[in-house]
């Protein structure tokens, strides 16, 4: 099989790479998950990550923000490149200082929202800002007071998560995120874990933060919004890339056979 | 009411000694919870850890002390302590028997039992904590010891409470045991009250009643400490 590479050339403004990938190689034990993977996302890219389940998305989003440490490869972003070792046979952060600060300018939204439930939504959202970058309390309150506004849930600012629909959860969690004024920010099926009338929400507010330029990587299972609102599509299959490409090509012909079929299932 | 008398505030009366005895047996009991606080959450620790070694030995200090009678921890600590003092005094060339204050030795022996439970119910709570919550942390950039203070602490300190709550109740049973050693507890004074009045059954029954009121008290205090923690947890949690 040959991935259907088409390269980048009118589907990305012509901005600078905030994150690149350099063939990142993982195995949990003998099972090799993902099998040298590259990407470079450029600035306001917003790049869907498609894949029947088991295929590595999740793994190669980790890998990204070293939840998982991939066995080879580099990761650099913004430019900065996440120094590595080699120690005991196994690769691992050469400084776990750096590793923070990394994590810290990539923004991670899960599947199960996992805010932090004995805090309410306001301290959730400056919870990073205040301890994590050390900026005064008030301005990261006033921040994350309009941030609340964007994502449609101030009135819930002063409630528990326990106390909010999977829906507001995780508009919480997007603003959250935000707060830390993230270079790029990563989903992982975002909506996957939501009633379906739910789901809407939650697109919403990740179309507008795309349509603002801010540079995205997000796994999912909706076809409409990687149609239609990402810049550009990835395939994997066994912890590969197998195509790779804007929606219109990728959706129209220019997909694999695999591809094809995938989207299939889907009613596409 | 000569009997009244005998428990009342007179001069005749226990009432003053029992009620020093009743706060005698609060502080014992408040000392070994904190001594068995910290041993807790090192054993816990120590338990959870990646280290095979601290793993078991973590392992075996809450088998020991969960399962030895607290008697026998109790005179361990009071005569293993004194004979150990005595022997320091010796070579320091003192003559005869240095016992352990029996407060200090009161309260390490229920502490060392307590923290075998506290350890058990630390570990429980952490185990409680929704390992995404963990990650989220990690996602954002906190690093080791942030995430202990503003994640981990406050869950394990919510999650404990009830626990807590039960392993206090233990320990203020446990400390009627430090009697032995002669401190003035509770227990400690009730008996020499029932010794010298002859009064046996009316003494043992208020000693009695003042464990149940400080065991009630008590339970009063960790249940509305469990509904404050428990705000931010669905209503049909949290309001039970
Ligand atoms: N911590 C782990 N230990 C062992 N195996 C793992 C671990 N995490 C993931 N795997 C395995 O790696 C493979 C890829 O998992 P991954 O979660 O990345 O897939 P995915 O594409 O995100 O799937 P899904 O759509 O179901 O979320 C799976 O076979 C999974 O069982
Ligand atoms: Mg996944």
């Given at each position: 099989m040959t991935p259907t590479t088409l390269n980048q050339t009118g589907t990305t403004m012509a901005g600078t790479t905030r994150l690149s990938v350099r063939n990142i190689r993982k195995s949990f034990g003998t099972h090799?998950?993902?099998?040298?993977?590259?990407?470079?996302a450029r600035d306001g890219d917003v790049i869907s990550l498609l894949g029947a389940s088991g295929s590595g998305k999740?793994?190669?989003?980790?890998?990204?923000?070293?939840?998982?440490?991939?066995?080879?490869?580099?990761?650099?972003?913004?430019?900065?490149l996440i120094q590595m070792e080699q120690r005991g046979g196994k690769n691992v952060p050469a400084n776990r200082r750096q590793v923070d600060r990394i994590r810290s300018e990539l923004g991670m939204v899960f599947q199960s929202f996992n805010l932090?439930?004995?805090?309410?939504?306001?301290?959730?959202?400056?919870?990073?800002?205040?301890?994590?970058?050390?900026?005064?309390?008030?301005?990261?309150?006033?921040?994350?007071?309009?941030?609340?506004?964007?994502?449609?849930?101030?009135e819930k600012r002063n409630a528990y998560p326990a106390h909010l629909s999977g829906g507001q959860q995780q508009r919480a969690a997007i603003a959250r995120s935000l707060a830390m004024k993230p270079?790029?920010?990563?989903?992982?099926?975002?909506t996957s874990a939501l009633d379906p009338e739910l789901v809407g929400e939650v697109l919403r507010v990740m179309r507008s933060l795309a349509e603002e330029g801010m540079t995205m990587l997000v796994v999912t299972h909706e076809m409409s919004f990687a149609r239609n609102v990402s810049n550009r599509v990835i395939f994997m299959k066994s912890g590969e890339i197998d195509s790779d490409g804007a929606p219109d090509q990728l959706f129209g012909s220019g997909g694999s056979p695999s591809f094809r079929q995938f989207i299939g299932n889907f009613g596409g | 009411m000569a009997l009244f008398q005998l428990i009342g505030f007179g001069p005749t009366g226990w009432g003053g000694l029992l009620l020093l005895a009743s706060l005698m047996t609060l502080c014992v009991t408040a000392v070994a919870l904190l001594i068995g606080a910290i041993l807790g959450s090192l054993v816990a620790w120590a338990?959870?850890?990646?280290?095979?070694?601290?793993?078991?030995?973590?392992?075996?200090?809450?088998?020991?002390?969960?399962g030895v009678p607290e008697l026998l921890i109790i005179y361990l600590v009071y005569f293993g302590g004194s004979s150990a003092v005595t022997a320091i005094g010796t070579a320091m060339g003192y003559e005869g028997f240095?016992?352990?204050?029996?407060?200090?030795?009161?309260?390490?022996?229920?502490?060392?039992?307590?923290?075998?439970?506290?350890?058990?119910?630390?570990?429980?709570?952490?185990?409680?904590?929704p390992k995404g919550e963990l990650e989220a942390a990690q996602a954002i950039g906190m690093n080791r010891s942030l995430r202990f203070r503003r994640i981990i602490g406050p869950q394990v300190f919510r999650f404990a409470i009830p626990g807590i709550g039960n392993v206090w109740q233990l320990s203020l049973k446990d400390s009627a045991l430090v009697s032995v050693t002669g401190l003035a507890d509770l227990m400690r004074t009730s008996q020499v009250a029932a010794g010298s009045t002859r009064q046996h059954f009316l003494f043992f029954i208020?000693?009695?009643?003042?464990?149940?009121?400080?065991?009630?008290?008590?339970?009063?205090?960790?249940?509305?400490?469990?509904?404050?923690?428990n705000r931010s947890m669905p209503t049909s949690l949290g309001q039970a």
């Open positions: 090799e998950v993902l099998r040298g993977i590259s990407l470079d999740s793994t190669f989003l980790r890998c990204i923000n070293l939840l998982e440490i991939a066995d080879h490869g580099e990761i650099s972003v913004d430019g900065e932090w439930s004995h805090m309410t939504i306001l301290e959730n959202v400056i919870e990073g800002p205040v301890h994590v970058l050390k900026r005064p309390r008030a301005e990261c309150i006033a921040e994350a007071e309009v941030l609340l506004e964007k994502v449609g849930i101030a270079k790029v920010m990563l989903f992982d099926e975002p | 338990k959870l850890s990646g280290s095979r070694i601290l793993r078991t030995l973590g392992g075996t200090y809450t088998t020991v002390f969960r240095l016992g352990l204050p029996s407060f200090a030795a009161g309260a390490l022996a229920v502490g060392i039992i307590s923290g075998a439970y506290q350890a058990e119910v630390f570990r429980g709570a952490y185990l409680a904590i208020v000693g009695g009643c003042l464990y149940l009121i400080l065991t009630s008290f008590s339970d009063r205090f960790f249940t509305s400490a469990e509904k404050r923690a």
